[in-house]
Antibody
């Protein structure tokens, strides 16, 4: 069965960086992409970007462009999302989700369990 | 940028039908996906491409999409359907996914 397992909760200081991992199993990793979505406490879902597991192509949301880097390790079927220059409003649960091989053409059919990132001095 | 508008809350009695709307400019020309999120859990896809259901999603969940409004309909509502529901579309002008603000479904 398809599973996406994310790394554990993180607490960071403002200005620091965080790197969240998402290990995939149960499907051919390189035939899909991974989208990252975050949810601030009590708020809705916000798409952050997408990466192709086939060739590493990326599409980042304007709001985080310049602070975010998404990468792929095909050897371990793991996707990573690094967010830099953290601010208090980056405090959120970060989700990875499986998407089709072309961003925007399909939907997010499987999701990780979420990783809470807390930014606090 | 493209905006999706959902009602903040919808309430329904058990056994009745709940309708959750998602409005957007010319939304009928886009594919709409719907997600259910229960407290403390990750979202779950319940409808894709306007009206298709993933395996394992009850037939009580259905979707439709017209010119201005997409609708998620939940028939014979159960207590277990209480959750937040989000609609999603691809905005081709910005090449970004867009989510609606979410609707909290309360089962009375």
């Amino acid at each position: 069965q398809v599973q996406l397992v994310q790394s554990g909760a993180e607490v960071k200081k403002p200005g620091a960086s965080v790197k969240v991992s998402c290990k995939a199993s149960g499907y051919t990793f390189t035939s899909y992409g991974i989208s990252w979505v975050r949810q601030a406490p009590g708020q809705g879902l916000e798409w952050m970007g997408w990466i192709s597991a086939y060739n590493g192509n990326t599409n980042y949301a304007q709001k985080v462009q310049g602070r975010v880097t998404m990468t792929i390790d095909t050897a371990t079927s793991t996707a990573y999302m690094e967010l830099r220059s953290l601010r208090s409003d980056d405090t959120a649960v970060y989700y990875c989700a499986r998407e089709g091989p072309t961003v925007g053409d399909t939907f997010l059919d499987y999701w990780g369990q979420g990783t809470l990132v807390t930014v606090s001095s | 940028s493209y905006v999706l508008t959902q009602p903040p809350s919808v309430s329904v009695a058990p056994g009745k039908t709940a309708r959750i709307t998602c409005g957007g400019n010319n939304i009928g020309s886009k594919s709409v996906h719907w997600y259910q999120q229960k407290p403390g859990q990750a979202p779950v896809l319940v409808i894709y491409y306007d009206f298709d259901r993933p395996s394992g999603i009850p037939e009580r969940f259905s979707g439709s999409n017209s010119e201005k409004t997409a609708t998620l309909t939940i028939s014979r509502v159960e207590a277990g359907d209480e959750a937040d529901y989000y609609c999603q579309v691809w905005d081709s002008s910005s090449d970004h996914w867009v989510f609606g603000g979410g609707t909290k479904l309360t089962v009375l």
